[in-house]
């Protein structure tokens, strides 16, 4: 690692340790990991192994314990919770395994609320968020609440919301883990095709066909990088 | 537009949980309601009060005269004091805050007759102004006027009830009644007043009957003498200043020391409102204070409800604060809520309360009980407090709320 500047997300020796004195888990043991502009990079290991955890910190979610983490060039370890939250409006789109929409607003709505803290007029936020739910095929969905929809539908929903803002880093902590085979492949070619279109994506997958469709796979065990492994573009 | 956003969530979020908000916004609709009906009493009744005074005469005050008790510049004390129309002439000229002033000979109860109808009515001599003083509207004919006066003719003005009782629905004005006797021409007949709080003596304003003051003297008391001077200051507020005028000026006339107080005697309207008002206050304060105290409770169950609404929603606080709400935003969104469901409870307060105090009104309601008055100010401070106790209500469930940490938040099951 040259120059933290040709990175999208630099991390160095990067660990967390949760819980207090007596009961410390150290959940990342120094993770150091350069992730370049456009690259598709899935995140592998056992249960436990600190996947999340390094999602949580590249996604400003959190705060890494210690070490360094540059996003855009910028060192974000330090700065206070408004400012991670500014940043996570403005630069990241996550996709949760939990989907994690709002219930009571509708698709529309909740691809919207990104948009709401960022401050875009409404007509704005209105348009932006229609043509997005129609990219993703939901044109005839936009104001049903998640509960009226499928698994699938639901996490098209959230991708949605997460490229609302138009952000530098797409976030999948195990996007298709609650759903069938069918709504997997859909939400893994929903991911690829914004991989083609010029999107940095990261997607913690326990699926090793998911991981597969990645340029480069990362595997974590305990807390350390195992292995970081490029496949040869094809 | 961040705000009009927030508004709408709040809405949706009370609407997904109608019973429960429902119930909580009960203690806050009876807080309101019970304070715009107890202080809307409060003021109707000052209102009654007030307007009951003032049917005696709306800026009346009466003088009537008493004993000095030290002399002036020679004269003994103790000497009774008696009204002669040259002090009515001498207040005119020297009491600048005196509007009308007018004497009142009082001639007892004269038996009155009209044909077969006899009566015994309490009977005034009177002067021009008295009318006015008095709040003596006529409805028929005229008042007393200053050839009546002058040339101490015998007519009379009729109150309303004995018009009633001698003439029943026929004419009077321009009759002849007899009082104690003596001729008297009818030439007027005064407004209804009803019932009074308050009385000048012992019968109602509509029971009496009212004559030049001269022909009083000239044919009842004989006597250029008399013992009570009615006045009107200009304002209400000129009370004080009317009583130390008038003292000044017949202190020297009648030889006496202007601040001994057995000497005149005053009674005012301004004192009996001031009366009322002190203990109308009195009311408005403590029922106030009663309905705001529940209103209080009520903001506490709208607090609590807020409390478990939040710990309801701890995932999507996390879902908000991931995408990129601050901590003010998750702030307001809770704040705003509070605000909304006790504002909903109280503009219901409002209703609610503002249709009892009509409803009442539509009643028969017993004498000297007003219905509650709707006062715009009231309003002003029910909302005051509402949204006061909104924000107040709301503040330590969306502090908690905002201080969430987010990946806690989004990972709570
Ligand atoms: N909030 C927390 N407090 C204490 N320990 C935690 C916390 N979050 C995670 N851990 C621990 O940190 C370690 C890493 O957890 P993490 O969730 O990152 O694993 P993971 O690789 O995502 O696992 P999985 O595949 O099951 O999702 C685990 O041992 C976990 O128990
Ligand atoms: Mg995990």
């Given amino acids: 690692m040259s120059s933290i500047d040709q990175y999208v997300v630099a991390l160095r020796g990067v660990t967390k340790v949760y819980g207090s004195s007596d009961v410390e888990v150290h959940a990342l043991r120094g993770i150091s990991v350069g992730i370049h502009m456009g690259e598709f990079v899935s995140i592998v290991g056992p249960s436990g192994s600190g996947k999340t955890t390094l999602m949580d910190i590249i996604g400003c979610l959190s705060r890494p314990t210690s070490g360094e983490y540059y996003l855009g060039g910028k060192d974000v370890s330090r700065l206070n919770d408004d400012a991670l939250a500014e940043i996570r409006n403005n630069e990241i789109g996550f996709v949760f395994q939990t989907f994690n929409l709002i219930p009571r607003l509708t698709a529309l709505q909740n691809v919207e609320l990104p948009l709401v803290y960022a401050g875009v007029p409404a007509r704005e936020r209105f348009r932006r968020a229609q043509e997005l739910l129609e990219s993703v095929g939901l044109a005839e969905r936009i104001h049903h609440k998640p509960s009226a929809l499928s698994g699938g539908e639901v996490q098209r929903v959230a991708v949605a919301r997460a490229l609302v803002n138009r952000p530098s880093l797409i976030l999948a902590d195990e996007p298709t883990g609650n759903l069938d085979s069918t709504s997997e492949a859909e939400i893994i070619a929903l991911l690829k095709d914004l991989h083609d279109k010029g999107n940095t994506i990261i997607i913690v997958t326990h699926n090793p066909s998911v991981a597969g469709q990645a340029q480069r796979t990362i595997s974590l065990k305990d807390g350390h990088v195992v292995s970081d492994l490029s496949k040869a573009p094809s | ?413």
């Avoid at chain 2, 987010?406 to 709570?412: D, M």
């Fill in chain 2, 1 to 413: 537009m961040f705000l009009v956003e927030t508004i709408a969530q709040a809405w949706q979020s009370i609407r997904s949980h109608k019973l429960r908000t429902g119930l909580t916004m009960f203690g806050v609709i009876w807080g309101i309601a019970s304070f715009i009906i107890l202080v809307g009493l409060g003021k109707s009744t000052l209102k009654l009060f007030s307007r009951e005074f003032e049917k005696v005469g709306k800026r009346m005050l009466v003088m009537w005269a008493g004993q000095s008790s030290s002399g002036l510049s020679g004269i003994k004390g103790g000497r009774q004091i008696r009204f002669t129309i040259d002090d009515v002439e001498a207040i005119k000229a020297h009491c600048p805050h005196v509007e009308l002033v007018s004497p009142q000979i009082y001639t007892g109860y004269q038996e009155t007759k009209y044909e077969n109808e006899v009566l015994s009515s309490e009977t005034f001599g009177l002067d021009v102004n008295s009318g006015v003083i008095r709040n003596l509207d006529v409805a028929k004919g005229r008042f007393i006027n200053a050839d009546d006066i002058a040339l101490n003719r015998r007519v009379c003005v009729l109150g309303a009830n004995v018009k009633e009782k001698l003439f029943g629905e026929r004419e009077s004005v321009g009759e002849f009644i007899r009082m104690s006797g003596i001729r008297f021409q009818v030439v007027g007949v005064l407004q209804h007043k009803g019932d009074q709080l308050s009385r000048v003596s012992g019968s109602i304003d509509d029971d009496q009957i009212s004559i030049p003051y001269t022909t009083a003297q000239a044919l009842f008391t004989g006597s250029k003498y008399f013992g009570m001077i009615y006045l009107q200051p200009r304002s209400l507020f000129d009370d004080k200043t009317v009583r130390e005028e008038v003292r000044q000026t017949l202190a020297l006339r009648h030889s006496f020391e202007p601040d001994d107080a057995d000497a005149l005697h005053f009674f005012g309207i301004a004192e009996m409102i001031g009366r009322v008002k002190g203990v109308a206050m009195g009311m408005e304060i403590f029922f106030g204070a009663a309905s705001i105290i529940t209103l209080l409770i009520g903001g506490i169950g709208v607090m609590n409800i807020m409390f478990v609404s939040i710990n309801e929603r701890v995932r999507e606080i996390g879902i908000m604060k991931a995408v990129g709400a601050k901590s003010r935003h998750v702030f307001l969104q809770f704040i705003v809520e509070s605000v909304f469901v006790t504002f909903l409870a109280g503009l219901i307060g409002v209703l609610i309360g503002c249709s009892i105090c009509l409803l009442i009104g539509l009643f028969n309601l017993p004498r000297f009980v007003a219905a509650p008055v709707i006062d715009p100010f009231v309003m002003l401070i029910a909302f005051l407090t509402i949204t006061l106790v909104g924000i107040l209500s709301g503040i330590l469930p969306a502090l908690r709320a905002s201080r969430m940490q987010v990946v806690e938040a989004l990972r709570y099951y």
